[in-house]
């Protein structure tokens, strides 16, 4: 049997030789690895064939780094994972995320195999591993490679390659379970791996062989000249340094003396315009006190009219004001408004009440401008909140008299650091669009029944939108028909809790991608006539 050569070879053969035979030998070898890979990924076979070719040109422009790894699977498994999360704009990965959970219902609901749902999530969590683990996964069941071989790779024996493989499972299977599936430990997980291989098509090895050796051959000058300037002695490196470092100082210092010359000629230059500029100088300082005396005249006519009308207005009558049974509206102190319980918001989703637009007096503009000043402080808050929400399994406690499946219970740290931030970018946004006075009364009505008055505040209302403290978050399964949906929430230290329906327009998007299927479900027949007589 002829011997394999180790990926350090072949890829020392082409950096160093520029070796076509070499690189076709690396393509060959882990084409089917990168193309499975990147299918998992895009979904799509054309995209992914698109991302191999590019995963092997980077191979081709980096081979003089990478010539001293044993093996290279790791490294184009994580390449692959990370140039086709760079192909997959933002709005198609939100967009897949909340049908993530319908999606999943309905495989079951069908008897479709329950792995599919792990596909998408397979890379994510090779890439939560160490690179170790991550290797063994790799070599072993995405590369279908033996015991011994990946024994190989990683420096250890048979028996240690299998326990390591054993680990990495166990890990693997830990990352799904902490994102609310149930993936047995070890089957699981190799059948999930197993599923998911994928041979890349025929043409493709050759194509991506050509693309790396056409982008290689652009930059093989400069990597052979790289790959001799690694092998060179001490003494060599010194001699080197040395020469490489002197000439950007004798450029220097002919840039220097270059840059003095010019100085001196322009340094003379201001020397004879300034004798030549001494008589306009003095004439516009005469103009200059000419305009200092009228401004003086100015000020005196200002303060005499301004003196004027104050004794004018001291003798005028002040005018009287009388209620108006026509008009809709009537003149209150200040003072008075700070009394009044006025909502700031129609909803949780924070759109303003038509009380406090009228109390307030906002034009339509200014409106528009609160109402986005208030929605970007909510998308910002979510946001922050979308990164440490997560799903739990219900207990005991969570039911309520539910049943486990009409239950899902979520864990919501606190994030008053970036809410501290958002606030105070909210307040300087009311103080720009109404004013410190109107400001104040509009902070002060958000306060009562949408968000804590401050930051430190300790209590809790049903009514807000907003919370600065950490809290367990309880959904119960509605019925066809309904128009909310019962949410419990209790913060993390169980000193407060609110339990209140929840409109199904108010659920936040955060929320929303976890329950779409029961929202579909309560909005599967028409609402319910709550005044009907029973």
């Not at 978050?473 to 929840?502: A, C, F, H, K, N």
Request: glycine share 6%; net charge neutral.
């Amino acid at each position: 049997m002829t011997p394999v050569s180790p990926d350090r070879e072949l890829v020392t053969a082409y950096a160093a030789r520029g070796s076509e035979t070499a690189f076709r030998a690396l393509v060959t070898r882990h084409v089917h690895l990168v193309y499975a890979t990147a299918l998992r990924q895009v979904g799509d076979a054309g995209l992914a064939e698109e991302i191999t070719q590019n995963v092997f040109i980077a191979l081709a422009r980096k081979a003089p780094r990478l010539a001293g790894i044993e093996t290279l699977a790791g490294w184009l498994h994580r390449t692959a994972v990370l140039e086709a999360k760079a192909r997959i704009r933002a709005e198609l990965r939100r967009k897949r995320r909340e049908q993530t959970a319908v999606e999943i219902t309905l495989l079951q609901r069908d008897g479709a195999s329950p792995l599919d749902a792990l596909v998408p999530l397979l890379d994510e969590g090779l890439l939560d591993l160490g690179d170790g683990d991550r290797l063994a996964l790799v070599l072993r069941f995405l590369e279908e490679r033996s015991l011994r071989d990946v024994g190989a790779a990683l420096g250890v024996d048979e028996d240690a390659a299998r326990k390591r493989v054993s680990r990495a499972l166990d890990r693997l299977a830990g990352f799904f379970r902490q994102r609310g599936f149930a993936v047995p430990t070890g089957a699981g997980c190799v059948a999930l791996l197993a599923s998911t291989t994928q041979a890349a098509p025929a043409v493709l090895a050759a194509s991506a062989a050509n693309a790396g050796l056409a982008a290689g051959g652009a930059t093989s000058g400069f990597n052979l000249v790289l790959f001799k300037l690694m092998a060179l002695t001490k003494t060599q490196t010194t001699v080197l340094c040395a020469i490489v470092a002197t000439a950007p100082l004798a450029w220097q210092w002919h840039a220097n003396a270059r840059v003095a010359r010019q100085v001196d000629d322009a340094t003379a230059q201001i020397k004879s315009a300034s004798r030549n500029a001494t008589e306009p100088e003095a004439q516009l300082q005469r103009t200059r006190d000419a305009l200092l005396r009228a401004q003086a005249g100015n000020s005196n006519s200002v303060a005499r009219l301004a003196a004027l009308n104050a004794q004018r207005d001291g003798q005028a009558p002040r005018p009287v004001y009388r209620w108006d049974d026509s008009s809709p509206l009537a003149r209150v102190p200040k003072k008075f408004l700070e009394q009044l319980d006025v909502p700031a918001t129609a909803n949780r989703r924070g759109q303003l009440s038509e009380q406090i637009r009228e109390v307030l007096q906002m034009t339509d503009d200014e409106a528009r401008q609160t109402q986005w000043a208030i929605d970007r402080f909510l998308s910002d808050y979510h946001a922050a909140l979308a990164q440490k929400m997560r799903p739990l399994e219900p207990t005991e406690q969570d039911l309520n008299g539910h049943k486990p499946e009409e239950t899902r219970v979520f864990e919501v740290p606190e994030v008053n650091d970036q809410l501290k931030q958002f606030r105070q970018m909210l307040f300087a946004d009311l103080d720009a669009t109404l004013g410190s006075e109107r400001s104040q009364l509009l902070r002060k009505a958000l306060g009562e029944d949408w968000m804590p008055p401050e930051l430190d505040y300790d209590g809790s209302n049903s009514r807000w939108a907003v919370h600065n403290f950490g809290y367990r978050l309880r959904i119960y399964q509605p019925v066809p028909g309904d128009r909310s949906i019962m949410e419990d929430l209790v913060s993390t230290d169980r000193r407060l809790r609110t339990g209140v329906p929840m409109a199904l327009d108010d659920i936040p998007d955060i929320l929303r991608v976890h329950i779409q299927d029961w929202i579909a479900l309560a909005q599967s027949q028409p609402p319910k006539d709550t005044n009907a007589p029973k």
